[in-house]
């Protein structure tokens, strides 16, 4: 009985759904790997070095790019190097292939130069004949000064110098261009010769240099690649900087039509502020005394309003108040005070007593 869809198991469906994705992924990412869907015939080009040729490097005929290199082998005593060139190319069968310097920082490409009157086999190596390897810079700049350094030492100069002054007494009778040659060879010898020291340094230091520039070599590339990514980055934002600076010249020049359309009121205003400015500057002493004087008030005022809703404060002496209360005689003779009871010795009210009132707020 056929289960139906629904009612599977969801995970092995999942896990299949997977694998396809997976598949189709790897299979776009590889396209031109693939035989019989990638565009393009691969030729085979026998070397006799690979001259520090890289796979996936450049394809060029007459400057153009028309394929790359996808592999590099060893056979025998030469290195067999396939490439790939896109269709409609023609390859001719007595067709040259070197191998060219790209950048002084190792970078090669493939050079085809496509001769003949008939296509090349693509079955059929292009023989080591007709193949070539550039000349590598750095390697022969150190071999060459290692030679020097070996042979220097046994080089007199004083008897090469000694050697091309008699050479060029022997020919003071020949022609005046003959003797200019001899005199410039004469001097470049005393030059030499003097400068000895100085050419072993340079050397020395040469070796060193192309040395670092070799162990290097792998931090230049990626120096280069980094900055090739930053230029791309810029070339990719080229139209928003360019809207940028398009909308800052508009607003600058909006600016300034309103700044022309308002100079009537502008004027007046700056001129204004200008006045008070100088009004300003005249009591800077008076605004400076009145900032002191602001501070103790403030810090009152502040003291007064900061218990709640109301202000707390006092009024000092808004009745006055009597120093004493005089007495009242009595009909014993005797007299009283309105706060209380004394005897007076005249019997009147010849003496008072203060008796202060309470605190009125």
Not at 22 to 34: C, F, R, T, W
Not at 64 to 84: A, P, S
Not at 110 to 127: C, E, F, M, N, Y
Not at 306 to 327: E, V
């Amino acid at each position: 009985m056929r289960v139906p869809f629904r009612e599977r198991n969801p995970l092995p469906l999942g896990f299949a759904a997977l694998a396809a994705i997976a598949i189709i992924v790897m299979l776009a990412l590889n396209l031109q790997s693939i035989p019989f869907i990638s565009g393009g015939r691969t030729y085979h080009a026998a070397f006799a070095e690979a001259a520090g040729l890289k796979n996936g490097e450049e394809v060029r005929i007459a400057g153009v790019k028309v394929g790359k290199v996808t592999g590099l082998d060893l056979e025998n005593d030469h290195v067999k190097v396939d490439f790939l060139v896109n269709d409609g190319v023609r390859i001719g069968d007595l067709s040259r292939v070197e191998i060219k310097i790209k950048t002084l920082l190792g970078s090669h490409y493939l050079a085809v130069d496509p001769r003949g009157p008939s296509r090349q086999d693509p079955g059929k190596t292009i023989p080591v004949s007709r193949t070539a390897t550039p000349f590598e810079v750095v390697p022969a700049i150190n071999e060459l000064s290692q030679k020097f350094n070996q042979n220097a030492g046994g080089i007199d100069t004083k008897q090469l110098a000694a050697s091309f002054d008699v050479l060029s007494t022997t020919f003071k009778n020949s022609p005046e261009e003959i003797k200019a040659s001899l005199r410039g060879l004469r001097r470049l010898s005393a030059t030499i010769s003097s400068r000895d020291d100085e050419l072993h340094q340079l050397l020395g230091r040469s070796t060193r240099v192309t040395q670092v520039l070799a162990d290097r070599n792998q931090e230049f590339t990626k120096l280069i690649t980094d900055g090739d990514k930053i230029l791309q980055a810029v070339s990719a934002r080229r139209a928003v900087i360019h809207q940028l600076l398009v909308n800052t010249v508009a607003l600058s020049t909006q600016i300034n039509a309103v700044i022309g359309e308002n100079q009537a009121q502008i004027g007046p205003m700056l001129a204004n502020l200008q006045r008070v400015n100088k009004i300003l500057l005249k009591n800077q002493n008076n605004l400076d005394r009145t900032i002191q004087l602001l501070a103790p008030f403030a810090k009152e005022f502040t003291d007064a309003t900061g218990t709640g809703r109301w202000f707390d404060s006092y009024i000092q002496n808004l009745i006055p108040i009597p120093a004493s209360i005089g007495q009242v005689p009595s009909k014993g003779g005797t007299s009283r005070k309105s706060g209380g009871t004394s005897p007076s010795p005249s019997g009147n009210q010849g003496n008072q007593s203060t008796n202060p009132l309470p605190f009125l707020p």
